[in-house]
Structure formats: structure tokens, C-alpha cells
């Protein structure tokens, strides 16, 4: 069965500060694809980024950084000089196979909070 | 281009009582998705949606959940006989193709039972 474990529960801290969230994945198939979503406090889920099984590349978006490991099973994500603009919940997710629906495992979530 | 939309946003209900919530997908979206989310969790999945036939309800927690897209785009999650514990906020998702594209969430209906 497929699980995502998010070990931070609440990350506090000052604003241009860096932050990384933790994201470990398990999974018995080969091919999956790894998700970031933010809910901020309006409450709707905002896509961020997904990451295939095969791509361990790193990947860069302006402030926003992920570091795919597969050796490890963990899929965390950086945010460079953090705003108040990023306090969200933030939620890493999984989907397995690519046949059919991929239907998403969410972690439990990290709360960001960033301070003046 | 429209998101997806969710309706009612808000809905509180009496135990016992019957209730549904609409989900209108992406325009062009074949794949449609509800979860469940309380407070303090991730998302939980329901069901999913190829088309008009349900494709996997694995997740619908009892019989008292039923989905239904008859048109194959817009959804309806019905629940009857509600009780306190379905409290949460259930949230619809929709993505042009089932196995490969991304999950679009809409702002969720936040269901209160009392």
C-alpha cells in the first residue's frame, strides 16, 4: 500500500529565511509520481508540482527548489528567502502505476508560518 | 480559463438528514475526483470518475455515500442518513487524462453535521 509520511507537523520561521519541508514516500510499484500542493488559509489546494518516477532530476522555480531521491524515498522541498505570502499548509502527495486513475495518497501535511 | 467550481461552498445539516454537493470540472476534464478532508488532515480519496462511470469508489466509506456523473461532466456526491462524524470539507478535483495529468482542486464544500 502506498503511503506518504509528512514527520513535520508546523515549521515556524522568519521571513527570508530558507525552509525545508520533508516528504517520504513508500510505494511497491516502479512507476509513481510525486506531487507538492499548497492550501493556503482560503482552503483551496494549488498544484505546485508533479515529478515522475523515472526524472530524478532536481527542479528549480523561482524561490521554490525540490530534491527527488529515490535511494532514500523522499521528495522534499525548499523555499529560498521565505515570505509571509508562503504561510500555507503544504501538502506532498503520491499516485501510483499509469494505468487507470491516479488517485492521489496525501501526507498529513506541514504548516508553514513566516513571520515579519 | 474557469477552475473547478464547487456548490454549495457551505452547507450545515441536521443528523439524519440527506445532502448533496455539486462539482462542476474543468470544461474538457474527462477524469473527475472527490476527497474528504478533516480538520488537521490530507485529503482523503473517494472516488473517481472516467467518463460517466465510476471507476474506482474504493474509497466511499460507506453506503450512505453514492457519486454520480450522468453526463460525464458535472458530479453530484450524495450522502444520506448523515452523522456528526461526516464533518469535513469535501473537495473535487478534475484532470484532462486520468493516468498522466495533474489533479485541479476545486475550493471545497465544508459540510457541518450537527
Known amino acids: 500500500a502506498q503511503k506518504v509520511t509528512q514527520a513535520q507537523t508546523e515549521i515556524s520561521v522568519v521571513e527570508k529565511e530558507d525552509v525545508t519541508l520533508d516528504c517520504v514516500y513508500e510505494t511497491r510499484d516502479t512507476t509513481y509520481y510525486l506531487f507538492w500542493y499548497k492550501q493556503p488559509p482560503s482552503g483551496e489546494l494549488v498544484f505546485l508540482i508533479r515529478?515522475?518516477?523515472?526524472?530524478?532530476q532536481n527542479e528549480i522555480s523561482g524561490r521554490y527548489s525540490w530534491n527527488f531521491q529515490k535511494s532514500t524515498s523522499s521528495f522534499n522541498f525548499t523555499i529560498t528567502a521565505s515570505q509571509v505570502v508562503d504561510s500555507a499548509v503544504y501538502f506532498c502527495?503520491?499516485?501510483?502505476?499509469?494505468?487507470?486513475?491516479?488517485?492521489?495518497?496525501f501526507g498529513t501535511g506541514t504548516q508553514l508560518k513566516v513571520e515579519l | 480559463g474557469a477552475g473547478v467550481s464547487q456548490t454549495p461552498s457551505n452547507k450545515v445539516t441536521e443528523k439524519g438528514k440527506y445532502v448533496e454537493l455539486r462539482c462542476d470540472p474543468i470544461s474538457g476534464h474527462t477524469a473527475l475526483y472527490w476527497y474528504r478532508q478533516s480538520l488537521g488532515q490530507g485529503p482523503e480519496f473517494l472516488i473517481y470518475?472516467?467518463?460517466?462511470?465510476?471507476?474506482?469508489d474504493s474509497g466511499l466509506p460507506n453506503d450512505r455515500f453514492f457519486a454520480v456523473r450522468p453526463e460525464g461532466s458535472v458530479s453530484t456526491l450524495k450522502i444520506q442518513r448523515t452523522e456528526r462524524g461526516d464533518s469535513a470539507v469535501y473537495l473535487c478535483?478534475?484532470?484532462?487524462?486520468?493516468?498522466?495529468?495533474?489533479?485541479?482542486f476545486g475550493p471545497g464544500t465544508r459540510l457541518t453535521v450537527l
Open positions: 470518475f472516467q467518463g460517466t462511470g465510476a471507476a474506482d
Open positions: 515529478r515522475n518516477s523515472f526524472d530524478e
Open positions: 502527495a503520491l499516485s501510483e502505476g499509469l494505468g487507470g486513475g491516479n488517485k492521489l495518497t
Open positions: 478535483a478534475s484532470s484532462s487524462h486520468p493516468s498522466t495529468d495533474t489533479q485541479y
